[in-house]
């Protein structure tokens, strides 16, 4: 009985041990320019997992957690030439340093032709017509016709001071300036 316990107990300490064990690997290194400065920000990215990571300030990064197997690692940042690595080997328990460094590459696009044309206008013209029909008046928050006009661009209506009597305010007393004229001019 006593050699039974023994034979169980050594094989629950070692399915134990299996189950702790790692299974996963960890990729770290740092991201430099071609002068040996960090790169912060620059994205580090295996796509098969779809995981990546953000490169800090010293253009560290860690990848935590990778299974174990056979990948390609890709570094880019903007205004630098992607870089990938193929055949990156995570193994368990250890960690696979990769650093690397990414040249400077011109960001180049195709011209653009912008064509446009300006409405013919006439030059003499001092006023801006604007006809509202009736709906759209009919339609707008509005208590009375100074308030309409008050809605209009350069339009600016001054309310009238509460006069003798109080919490009492006189409609119809308003003084309206037009495009920053002022009353009388």
Do not use: C
Not at 35 to 50: T, V
Not at 120 to 125: E, F, N, Q, R
Not at 161 to 170: G, M, N, T, V
């Amino acid at each position: 009985m006593k050699k039974l316990y023994h034979i169980i107990l050594i094989f629950s300490v070692s399915m134990l041990s299996l189950v702790l064990a790692g299974t996963d690997g960890t990729v770290r290194g740092k991201v430099t320019d071609t002068d040996g400065n960090p790169l912060p920000g620059a994205q580090i990215f295996i796509k098969e997992l779809q995981l990546g990571a953000i490169a800090g300030s010293d253009g560290s990064y860690i990848l935590l957690n990778i299974p174990v197997g056979t990948y390609a690692v890709t570094v880019s940042m903007m205004g630098y030439r992607k870089e990938t690595r193929k055949n990156v080997h995570v193994i368990m328990d250890q960690t696979v340093w990769l650093n690397f460094t990414l040249p400077i590459a011109a960001v180049e696009g195709e011209a653009v032709e912008v064509i446009a044309d300006r409405p013919i206008m006439d030059p003499g013209a001092t006023a801006k017509k604007i006809t509202v029909s009736d709906e759209a008046i009919a339609a707008l928050p509005i208590r009375d016709v100074s308030e309409l006009y008050s809605l209009q661009s350069g339009v600016v209506q001054v309310r009238s001071r509460k006069q003798a009597i109080p919490d009492h305010e006189e409609r119809g007393l308003e003084e309206v300036h037009v495009r920053g004229g002022r009353s009388g001019e």
